[in-house]
Antibody, heavy 123, light 108 residues
Framework: QVHLQESGPGLVKPSQTLSLTCTVS??????????WSWIRQPAGKGLEWIGR???????NSSPALKSRVTISVETSKNQFSLQLNSVTAADTAVYYC???????????????WGQGTLVIVSS | SYELTQPPSMSVSPGQTARITCSGD??????AYWYQQRPGQAPVVVIY???ERPSGIPERFSGSSSGTTVTLTISGVQAEDEADYYC???????????FGGGTKLTVL
């Protein structure tokens, strides 16, 4: 069973960079038909898709965040990461990482989510 | 930017049927996913690719699609189904994912 765990600072100062890592266990990040995603959720609000990355390093991100987001993968460590630059209080949220097994059509059929990690942006 | 529209809230009595809709122009071309999120927990997929139910999800959960609207149906609602439900799909390019705003289901 694939398990994902987010890690990183819980407090980031405004204008700085938010950096999170998702560690994958129970399987290789580069094996099979998986892509890896970041999603966030401000307190009391809905889910927001941040972006995804494939083991090859090919990545896509939300147009609303694209200029500030970098998603990367480190296969040797079985990890993928999120960097969000120039953060403000609006970036305060629970950040989730997720793994998606996709079929031959490219659509996800099985998902694994991390438990989420709260990141607060405050001075 | 592309949007998926859901009703913010819905109330049903135990044993009744809840139907939660999600509308978006690209739903004619892109599959939709439905997530259940209970307070303090990570979302769980209850329907994938419009109509497929993951193993372990009760049969009372079903999904359907018609034109630009997809629907999550919960038949014989139980108290434990009280949660937030989100739809997710992609824009017409298939590259950018989007979540609906979520529907809070209250079981009276």
């Amino acid at each position: 069973q694939v398990h994902l765990q987010e890690s990183g600072p819980g407090l980031v100062k405004p204008s700085q960079t938010l950096s999170l890592t998702c560690t994958v266990s129970g399987g290789s990040i580069s094996s099979g038909n998986y892509y890896w995603s970041w999603i966030r959720q401000p307190a009391g609000k809905g889910l927001e898709w941040i972006g995804r990355i494939y083991p090859s390093g090919s990545a896509n991100s939300s147009p609303a965040l694209k200029s500030r987001v970098t998603i990367s993968v480190e296969t040797s460590k079985n990890q993928f990461s999120l960097q969000l630059n120039s953060v403000t209080a609006a970036d305060t949220a629970v950040y989730y990482c997720a793994g998606n097994l996709y079929d031959t059509t490219g659509y996800s059929t099985v998902q694994h989510w991390g438990q989420g990690t709260l990141v607060i942006v405050s001075s | 930017s592309y949007e998926l529209t859901q009703p913010p809230s819905m109330s049903v009595s135990p044993g009744q049927t809840a139907r939660i809709t999600c509308s978006g122009d690209a739903l004619t071309d892109q599959y939709a996913y439905w997530y259940q999120q209970r307070p303090g927990q990570a979302p769980v997929v209850v329907i994938y690719k419009d109509t497929e139910r993951p193993s372990g999800i009760p049969e009372r959960f079903s999904g359907s699609s018609s034109g630009t609207t997809v629907t999550l149906t919960i038949s014989g609602v139980q108290a434990e189904d009280e949660a937030d439900y989100y739809c997710q799909s992609a824009d017409s390019s298939g590259i950018i994912d989007v979540f609906g705003g979520g529907t809070k289901l209250t079981v009276l």
